[in-house]
């Protein structure tokens, strides 16, 4: 059973930082593209931000500039580096490994950005 491990949720303020972070197997994690997804209540799932396994991001509009997608091989882990946080960026965020072998998601973190 593949399983993917996320961290680093919480209550923040605006204007806070926050860093997120995802771990799985290195079978896995060396063949899959890495992803971070958020679901706010009442809203659908949507891609954040992913990164290849040649290390190459891609960011969605509205976090762009404000969150750093990254990968360290050695720990099979990827990190979701979040600054400037606002109210909007409150959803529970997901990571999610996609590849040949099809894709396995996290149970998710919360992240709150409230006053």
């Known amino acids: 059973q593949v399983q993917l491990m996320e961290s680093g949720g919480g209550l923040v303020q605006p204007g806070g930082s926050l860093r997120l972070s995802c771990v799985t197997s290195?079978?896995?994690?060396?063949?899959?593209?890495m992803n971070w997804y958020r679901q706010a209540p009442g809203k659908q799932r949507e891609l954040v931000a992913l990164?290849?396994?040649?290390?190459?991001?891609d960011y969605s509009d509205s976090v762009k500039d404000r969150f750093t997608l990254s990968r360290d091989n050695a720990k099979n882990t990827i990190y979701l580096q979040m600054n400037n946080l606002k109210p909007e960026d409150t959803a529970v965020y997901y990571c999610?490994?996609?590849?040949?072998?099809?894709?396995?998601w996290g149970q998710g973190t919360q992240v709150t950005v409230s006053s």
């Open positions: 990164i290849t396994s040649g290390g190459l991001t």
């Open positions: 999610k490994a996609g590849g040949a072998n099809g894709d396995f």
């Open positions: 290195r079978t896995i994690f060396s063949r899959s593209v």
